[in-house]
């Protein structure tokens, strides 16, 4: 009986001449938007590969993502639109063509956040620094989850659904949520500090406390720190953020301070001599910047040198390569001046 009245209603309400225009209103568009899709934006694709932007293949993609349904339904809407119809259906269609175009807008603010993070890895490819992944994805993952979430509140919306108290439960359930998992939370808050603010990198040597070691990574709750014995340490990225960290890859230059004791029956003159033997070395190698070099003191059993130098580099391998040979270029030369080393002696003078 329904689908009767139904009938009767098209049929009464509408010619035959507006159902036949109206069919070729549809039959047309869906032509039109098929060309589009299978010449129009073939020839863009092959275009947008001649430029050295990515954000034209962004346009390209997302016009690549919309799939024929869509074009039959938009074909099919505006087709409608010279008909009378309900208007109940006229709310079903405009429901219909707002969750499509909510759906496919949403994907295509995902495709712009996506290039956006893969422009800023290669920005930071280029400047020769790392970007984390993790972060990276946990990142894109919340930029996903926040689009959706507003796609279909909208859509809820739409459908004239009071989303009031929905977003108020929400956040009634985001703090009990947030209660329960405070540590995890107060954990992922702390890689992003660290994402954004940098004290450290994947790659950096780092010192925490007594630990010391190479990031390896940087994840949502954890890092992991490759230690000097070779083992791995796991540390929650709160507790990195709530410490003191010396991170020896920002450090431009080393200063290097050490210290020689020769033998108390060494003459002026050669003390002098060692002053000016300890110069030169040090001003010869590559990597180091001499500071001072001074005799410094009378000990119990030496006469004490002190050496400041500099180093223009951070790394640790090059600060040893380059102490051991001023260390031997030292002993070289000194053992060719005949002064000898000290070391911890006490003498003993016996009186008759």
């Known amino acids: 009986m329904i689908t009767d ?3 009767d209603f098209f049929l009464k309400t509408n010619s035959s001449k507006a159902y036949i225009f109206s069919g070729m209103i549809f039959l047309g568009l869906f032509l039109i938007f098929k060309f589009f899709d299978s010449y129009f934006v073939y020839i863009l694709q092959r275009a947008t590969k001649k430029t050295k932007t990515n954000w034209d293949d962004v346009v390209v993609d997302f016009l690549e993502g919309i799939h024929w349904p869509f074009y ?4 099919f809407y505006i087709a409608t ?3 009378v119809l309900p208007e109940v259906l006229n709310k ?4 219909g063509l707002f969750i499509f175009i909510v759906f496919y807008i949403s994907k295509g603010l995902i495709n712009v956040s996506t290039q956006g993070f893969e422009d800023y890895k290669q920005k930071r490819k280029k400047a020769n620094k790392s970007a984390s992944e993790s972060m990276i994805a946990v990142m894109r993952f919340m930029v996903k989850l926040i689009i959706w979430t507003v796609a279909l509140l909208m859509v809820i919306s739409n459908f004239g659904i009071n989303i009031t108290p929905l977003v108020a439960s929400l956040g009634i359930g985001g703090i009990a949520i947030g209660l329960a998992l405070q540590s995890v939370l107060g954990d992922l808050f702390s890689a992003f500090a660290i994402y954004f603010d940098k004290p450290f990198e994947e790659g950096d040597f780092i010192i925490v406390g007594n630990d010391m070691g190479v990031v390896k990574h940087i994840g949502i709750k954890t890092t992991r720190i490759q230690a000097l014995g070779g083992q791995e340490l796991v540390m929650s990225n709160s507790e990195l953020t709530s410490t003191r960290i010396n991170n020896y890859k920002k450090m431009n230059i080393r200063r290097i301070v050490f210290s020689f004791g020769v ?4 003459g002026v003159d050669k003390l002098k001599k060692i002053k000016n033997i300890v110069t030169d070395v040090i001003k010869k190698e590559n990597h180091s910047k001499l500071d001072r070099v001074h005799f410094k003191e009378f000990g119990d059993s030496s006469l004490n040198f002190e050496v400041v130098y500099y ?12 102490q051991e ?6 002993k070289e030369l000194l053992e060719k001046e005949g002064v000898n080393f000290a ?3 006490t003498s003993i003078y016996m009186k008759k």
């Open 325 to 330: 040979k001023i260390n031997l270029k030292i």
């Open 5 to 7: 009245d139904i009938f």
């Open 81 to 83: 639109l010279f008909l």
């Open 92 to 95: 079903i269609l405009s429901y």
């Open 72 to 75: 039959v339904y938009l074909s």
């Open 343 to 345: 070391f911890p002696s």
């Open 263 to 266: 033998e108390y029956d060494t």
């Open 311 to 322: 180093i223009d580099s951070s790394d640790y391998s090059v600060y040893m390569d380059t």
